[in-house]
């Protein structure tokens, strides 16, 4: 069975820092482009960023770039998200999901996100 | 940044209905589009890939059709599972960018 299994998320004051965790399971990591999706309190799905398979590749939405860092170790089935200079805005529960299957490692139009963790929560408060 | 726009917002229905929601992008992604099923306290569920694939383990009665900037989501005959929070995502472009979603409650 596929599980992705997110953990790292809290309360943390503003301007502080997080690191999120995702710890995968059933799937080969190192075949499948991994994403964050945050997901507001009461909102909609926001993706917030994604690393390719081979780790060299990385995306961010405006909002967090220059704060968050993307990163990954297919050897430890891992994804992880370093969370910097957080901001009340980015509270939210926090989502690891994995892209489309990637064969080879070779990623052609996956960005669909067809596993998902169960979320961590994030809140910035004071 | 593609914006997506879902209507309707909300959408009461009964079981049995057949349901038809419709996202659109503010530019052509050509079909690399997605829809998710969100029910509460859970986390999203892949439905649709590229406007009309349907994922494994997904019934037959959802489908997507579309290209473009126009698609829909259909549910042939609304069964009592379905009543939930339906996303459209699209993966043509980054940052990639979701739908404001649509609450498909009962009627």
């Known amino acids: 069975d596929v599980q992705l299994v997110e953990s790292g998320g809290g309360l943390v004051q503003p301007g502080g820092s997080l690191r999120l965790s995702c710890v995968v399971s059933?799937?080969?990591?190192?075949?499948?482009?991994m994403n964050w999706v945050r997901q507001a309190p009461g909102k909609g799905l926001e993706w917030v960023s994604n690393?390719?398979?081979?780790?060299?590749?990385?995306h961010y939405v405006d909002s967090v770039k220059g704060r968050f860092t993307i990163s990954r170790d297919n050897a430890k089935n891992s994804l992880y998200l370093q969370m910097n200079s957080l901001r009340v805005e980015d509270t939210a529960v926090y989502y690891c999901?994995?892209?489309?299957?990637?064969?080879?490692?070779?990623?052609?139009?996956?960005?669909?996100?067809?596993?998902w963790g169960q979320g961590t929560l994030v809140t910035v408060s004071s | 940044d593609i914006q997506m726009t879902q209507s309707p917002s909300t959408l009461s229905a009964s079981v049995g209905d057949r349901v038809i929601i419709t996202c659109r992008a503010s530019?052509?992604?050509?079909?690399?589009l997605a829809w998710y099923q969100q029910k509460p306290r859970r986390a999203p569920k892949l439905l649709i890939y590229?406007?009309?694939t349907l994922e494994s383990g997904v019934p037959s009665r959802f489908s997507g059709s579309g290209s473009g900037t126009e698609f829909t989501l259909t549910i042939s005959s609304l069964q009592p599972g379905d009543f939930a929070k339906y996303y459209c995502?699209?993966?043509?472009?980054?940052?990639?960018?979701f739908g404001q979603g649509t609450e498909v409650e009962i009627k």
């Open positions: 999901a994995s892209g489309g299957h990637c064969p080879n490692g070779v990623c052609q139009h996956t960005g669909y996100l067809q596993h």
């Open positions: 059933g799937f080969t990591l190192s075949n499948y482009e």
């Open positions: 690393i390719s398979t081979s780790e060299t590749i990385t």
């Open positions: 530019q052509s992604i050509s079909g690399w």
């Open positions: 590229k406007a009309s």
């Open positions: 995502q699209q993966y043509n472009s980054y940052p990639w960018t």
